[in-house]
């Protein structure tokens, strides 16, 4: 669901609102309550990230799963070689 951006013409009170794609854009200023808001345009960020981030040990293989995919694949070659010889 997309985030949108509103500002009261009345208050000058600039607000994000996280709102699905298929519902009414917000008329009402949460701050002066008065029916003066519009969306503003923006160039669709597209994904926004809030928070302490991501770092690249969030996703990193650790090296013993590298190892054990490393032994799997020769253990695989070994047993296509033996198979071939009989």
Not at 5 to 17: A, V
Not at 19 to 42: A, F, G, H, M, Y
């Amino acid at each position: 669901m997309p985030t949108y951006e509103y500002l009261c013409k009345n208050c000058g009170y600039r607000f994000e609102k996280f709102q699905s794609i298929n519902d009414e854009p917000v008329r009402e200023c949460p701050k002066c309550k008065q029916i003066k808001v519009e969306r503003l345009l923006n160039g669709g960020s597209g994904l926004i990230f809030k928070g302490s981030g991501f770092y690249i040990t969030d996703y990193k293989k650790s090296q013993n799963s590298e190892s054990n995919t490393q032994k799997n694949k020769e253990a695989k070659n070994e047993k296509a070689t033996t198979n071939k010889t009989e």
